[in-house]
């Protein structure tokens, strides 16, 4: 009963930035992680950040760490993914799923999603 609402996909270069949002309403209340998937064609979904919503714990993948911030306001109820450093492997649709677990990495895990956003990187 949360509904998640994803924006800011678009093309850009390797190398460059992009940031990604994803609204929440609905039981906000009852979420305790919001995280950040991705798939590629031909690829299963993977995990890409999490973050637990009161206090603000964040964990990557290894294949973003380091490139990749997450973020939330509680206030407006959002989730931010900032993606510096911008590879071409990072092309993907990008989802926003929200869990009623801490710390978890699962795509299992998380019982809301976003209908997601296209992150295009070209070389």
């Known amino acids: 009963q949360v509904q998640l609402v994803e924006s800011g996909g678009g093309l850009v270069q390797a190398g460059d930035a992009l940031r990604l949002s994803c609204t929440a309403s609905?039981?906000?209340?009852?979420?305790?992680?919001m995280g950040w998937f991705r798939q590629a064609p031909g690829k299963e979904r993977e995990f890409v950040a999490g973050i637990s919503w009161s206090g603000g714990m964040t964990y990557y993948a290894d294949a973003v760490k380091g490139r990749f911030i997450i973020s939330r306001d509680n206030a407006k109820n959002t989730v931010s993914l900032q993606m510096n450093s911008l590879k071409y492997e990072d092309t993907a649709v990008y989802y926003c799923?929200?869990?009623?677990?801490?710390?978890?990495?699962?795509?299992?895990?998380?019982?809301?999603w976003g209908q997601g956003t296209q992150v295009t990187v070209s070389s």
């Open positions: 799923a929200a869990s009623l677990q801490l710390a978890s990495s699962t795509a299992r895990d998380f019982g809301s």
């Open positions: 609905g039981r906000t209340l009852s979420i305790y992680t």
